[in-house]
């Protein structure tokens, strides 16, 4: 299994942070973005 969480220096972005990051960088918006990783949106 995969180390989680908030790496020790503050500076860095978490695994899952990296992976929400290649996805905007792909050009997918919010939703596709949560219809991949898995999320929903906490609609109100």
Do not use: C, F, Y
């Not at 969480?5 to 996805?23: A, F, M, S």
């Amino acid at each position: 299994m995969g180390k989680r969480g908030r790496p020790k220096h503050p500076d860095i972005l978490t695994p899952r942070e990296w992976e929400v990051l290649e996805l905007l960088r792909d050009g997918l918006t919010n939703e596709q973005i949560g219809e991949r990783l898995g999320v929903s949106a906490n609609r109100r």
